[in-house]
């Protein structure tokens, strides 16, 4: 049964998918789409007739099809994050984000376009944020690292404390030069616009491996989910679960976030709903949330990009105000009274 | 585990194979030759005229209607207000691109002032479309302008046209200067005034510091800009410089109520300008103090005619044009 | 398995524990009965290697218990924990799918265990729904589908109605039937008095009492643990009782 549902997500994701080819602010034509489909797969493109323009095909090769992929990848990076996240601090009310991942990235991202750094050349803000956002998440754990062990409400405390430390850096750093707080914001609410295939390479590679690694640890997780001392009881080595999820999970989200910019509340409520759909245990609740995360992002950014023609709206604002009435709504019809208790 | 680790490897090396080929295929997919980026300092290195250019650049837009090219254009942006009644296809604002209507447009370049991101830059270039940057910021002076002017005649074919326009901006700024110092000398023995441009009360002060092409308005107009001892380039000023300060003029944005000058706590509320009522709100001209192109000239006359009530006659425009350039009502 | 505990000893500021000698024998059941806050949770979590003792040590099969790492001590030992819970809707199968970690699934051995507790049909519910019981019922399931040799729980009948912890009782005889080694803090003398083969009695962190369980549970050691009068007492029917309470 659970895994009928997991199927059906994954239909449903091909189709968003297929479907979020056809949105933007110029119209392509069915026909067209589909001829360009045909010559992207080898040897099956020389049968294909040639209907369609170059800028039709620059539009669906280059800017959407890598858009939608970046959508897939980094809505299923925070989904899986999520709940990985969830489950080691036992509390579903944890996002990747809470271990100074965004505010290190932002803080990464923001200095390379305030300070104007360029050391790694044009992908210096990305480069910067995935770097900044994986070095905060250390100096988190190291700072939580008591006598060999991290207690899960000392690991938020601290993720907590130094996020305010980094954010403020990043509010002197906005301060400093006002000119660039357009940049800046448009980055902090998080955007699938940017995203080519070169950006995208690297990072598809990290979330595939990061995400893979993080579900090889579902059934740790899943001890871990009902106490530390429970877990080590059933023979889980639950400090090295906690550091190989909690770097897996720092990894795949730094290099999501570095390409997108912070994209909020994915991670937190996609573990939710795949919850809610298949149960608690990791071994459903790690791919739905991936497979969610992914199809709701792109449906976040079809929005951002088709409500407003030609204007690309910051993927958070949609993620905001589409995605929590929509999840209020399940949260009453589904739960059913099980988060009481 | 050990069976785990190797899985793990087998599937990353062939991911990386399929993800790796699918990437180079799609780089290479268009086969159309990679755009540049154009600066004043890169000059105009590509072999062809630009036939298909998006304006993203409101100075530019006036600056390559007035070089002739206007026909060469194919998009623009919201903030285009010269020359009037343009109806080039909107192609949205800074930090967004819209990089769909850009490729059906089929451009050939995107001029810019704003920093947008590598990537978005990257993908301009992969597709075959140039970037031309026109810097706004700290350092912008009449001569990176009239370089500007140069470097959108050669890419448009219209470097004649740009060599006239230069020539008559430094008549216009050589005239203009001899004009404000002889009725500084004649109103006010030759002391300069103490001036302050208020661009902007959003999150502070905002004016324009030194290094940037409106306090070269104030010097043509032998004006002290008391701002460019604190700072370069547009940024926020501690209020109590403002004070200290005590400015005899004041040139105001017109986002900005005047009447906020007198409020309690301003400022600007006991400086003789407000005394004076010597504060003059940018109108028409507003769009002169923020893009740099040839058109500055014309808010240094307008500041002249506003200080000292004098109107200092310019070298007529060098270039037939449907629609004056001079929103001072002086041709 | 043997379980030997030596001069196990430890300290926080408010309290001290030990030090304790003891050896739990091969196939035996240790009950360790005193007040609350005598330490008799602490002294299974010392044993279990959840605490790090300041002095002393454990030793499980001969091997130190601070030695094992988690996978060894999992095989040698199960914890019955006075409660868990899963914050995010973990199914009784679930629950019993992580004390199975380090043998795989086993539906067969899963249902056995859920059986033996009568909760049978409860392998699809909701944990977190269920009864303070029932989850207490689950718990012990659980340990036994785990089955380590040596098991250790924490009040394993409290909460429990009488007919529940009988099962209960019921439960602890047969796995000793099996050879499993069985190490639990009680509160129910009667209990224990029929149950355990040896005692260790605490107050305050200290011994007062450690053996077999017909010559430890005297009358004189249990006013010194619980410093109230105990008296012996024949009912009617002629059985002998140990009462605390003489209304």
């Known amino acids: 049964m659970k895994h009928v549902w997991l199927g059906f997500l994954f239909f449903l994701l091909i189709i968003t998918i297929l479907l979020s080819d056809f949105i933007g602010s110029v119209r392509i034509p069915i026909l067209s789409l589909l001829e360009i489909y045909g010559s992207q797969i080898p040897y099956l493109s020389q049968f294909v007739p040639h209907g369609y323009t170059l800028a039709q095909e620059q539009i669906i090769i280059q800017l959407r099809e890598p858009e939608i992929i970046g959508g897939v990848v980094i809505g299923a990076s925070l989904g899986i994050g999520g709940a990985a996240i969830q489950s080691i601090f036992r509390n579903p009310i944890t996002e990747p984000y809470i271990i100074g991942l965004s505010s290190g990235a932002s803080l990464g991202a923001v200095a390379s376009i305030v300070l104007g750094f360029t050391i790694f050349g044009i992908y210096t803000q990305q480069i910067a944020a995935f770097i900044f956002g994986l070095s905060v998440v250390f100096i988190v754990y190291f700072f939580a690292l008591k006598g060999g062990r991290v207690h899960p409400t000392y690991l938020l405390l601290t993720g907590v404390a130094v996020s305010f430390f980094v954010s403020a850096i990043v509010a002197l750093l906005l301060f400093t030069n006002i000119n660039l707080q357009g940049e800046a914001f448009f980055w902090l609410l998080g955007s699938l616009e940017n995203i080519n295939w070169t950006v995208l390479y690297p990072v598809v590679i990290i979330v595939l491996i990061t995400s893979y690694a993080i579900y090889l640890q579902h059934r740790e997780l899943d001890a871990i989910q009902m106490g530390d001392m429970h877990a080590r009881s059933v023979g889980v080595n639950v400090e090295r679960t906690k550091r190989i999820t909690i770097f897996m999970v720092a990894l795949g989200v730094s290099a999501s976030v570095s390409i997108s910019g912070l994209i909020g509340f994915v991670g937190l409520v996609m573990p939710h709903l795949s919850r809610m759909l298949l149960g608690g245990s990791n071994k459903h609740v790690i791919p739905a949330s991936g497979i969610l995360g992914a199809i709701f992002l792109i449906c976040a950014d079809d929005i951002a990009r088709g409500i407003v023609p030609g204007v690309v709206i910051p993927i958070g604002i949609v993620t905001g105000i589409i995605g929590v009435p929509f999840l209020m709504y399940f949260m009453r019809k589904l739960t059913g009274g099980r988060y009481e208790g | 585990m050990n069976n785990r680790l190797k899985i793990v490897i087998a599937v990353v090396v062939v991911l990386a194979v399929v993800v790796g080929g699918f990437v180079i295929y799609h780089e290479d997919a268009t086969g159309k030759a990679k755009g540049e980026i154009i600066t004043i300092t890169t000059g105009d290195n590509i072999p062809y005229k630009l036939t298909r250019i998006v304006s993203l650049d409101p100075a530019a837009t006036a600056t390559i209607y007035a070089l002739g090219a206007y026909n060469d254009l194919v998009g623009g942006n919201s903030y285009d207000f010269y020359p009037p009644n343009e109806n080039l296809p909107n192609v949205t604002d800074y930090p967004s691109m819209d990089l769909e209507q850009i490729f059906n447009l089929s451009a050939d370049a995107v001029i810019s002032f704003s920093n947008y991101s590598g990537a978005q830059i990257s993908q301009l270039l992969n597709s075959g479309i140039n970037y031309v940057f026109l810097s706004s910021d700290a350092g912008v002076n009449f001569s990176v302008i009239e370089k500007q002017n140069t470097l959108l005649g050669e890419l448009t074919g219209t470097v004649a046209n740009a060599t006239l326009i230069n020539q008559w901006m430094n008549v216009s700024l050589s005239t203009l200067h001899e004009d404000a110092l002889s009725y500084d000398q004649s109103e006010y023995n030759g002391t300069p005034l103490r001036g302050f441009y208020y661009l902007s009360s959003y999150g502070g002060y905002w004016t324009a510091g030194n290094d940037t092409f409106v306090n070269s308005y104030f010097q043509y107009a032998d004006i002290i800009n008391i701002a460019a001892p604190y700072d370069s380039g547009f940024y926020t000023i501690n209020p109590e410089n403002i004070v200290n300060e005590s400015p005899q003029i004041v040139i105001l944005d017109d986002s900005i109520n005047a009447s906020s000058l007198n409020a309690t706590g301003s400022p600007f509320a006991s400086s003789p300008a407000v005394m004076n009522g010597k504060v003059y709100t940018t109108t028409s001209n507003e769009y002169m103090f923020t893009e740099p192109n040839f058109r500055d000239i014309f808010a240094i006359q307008w500041i002249i005619f506003m200080v000292y009530g004098q109107n200092p006659a310019l070298p007529s425009f060098p270039i037939n044009l449907t629609y004056n350039p001079n929103p001072n009502g002086v041709s | ?247």
Not at chain 3, 127 to 140: A, C, D, M, N
Not at chain 3, 202 to 221: C, P, V
């Open chain 3, 1 to 247: 398995m043997k379980v030997e505990v030596e001069n196990l000893t430890f300290q926080v500021p408010s309290f001290r524990l030990g030090p304790l000698d003891f050896t739990v024998g091969d196939g035996t059941i240790t009950a360790i009965i005193g007040k609350n806050g005598s330490g008799k949770s602490t002294t299974l979590k010392l044993i279990h290697g959840d605490l790090k003792p300041n002095d002393g040590t454990v030793k499980i099969d001969k091997m130190k218990v601070s030695s094992l790492s988690s996978l060894q001590l999992a095989e040698k030992t199960s914890f019955v924990w006075q409660e868990i819970y899963s914050p995010m809707s973990f199914t009784v199968r679930d629950v019993m799918n992580v004390s199975g970690y380090k043998r795989g699934i086993d539906e067969s051995k899963m249902e056995a265990a859920l059986d033996k507790v009568g909760l049978a049909d409860f392998i699809d519910r909701d944990f977190s729904v269920l009864s303070g019981g029932e989850r207490r019922l689950v718990t012990l399931a659980a340990a036994i589908y785990q089955d380590s040799e040596i098991m250790i729980m924490d009040e394993p009948t409290n909460f429990l109605d009488i007919d529940n912890q009988i099962l209960i009782y019921n439960l602890i005889k047969g796995l000793r039937e099996k050879g499993k080694t069985i190490i639990m803090t009680m509160h129910d003398l009667d209990a224990v008095h029929n149950l355990a083969d040896s005692v260790l009695i605490l107050r305050d962190g200290k011994k007062i009492a450690w053996g077999e369980t017909e010559s430890t549970l005297t009358l004189e050691n249990l006013n010194k643990a619980f410093n109230v009068s105990f008296y012996s007492y024949n009912t009617i029917n002629g059985n002998s009782f140990v009462g605390s309470y003489n209304g």
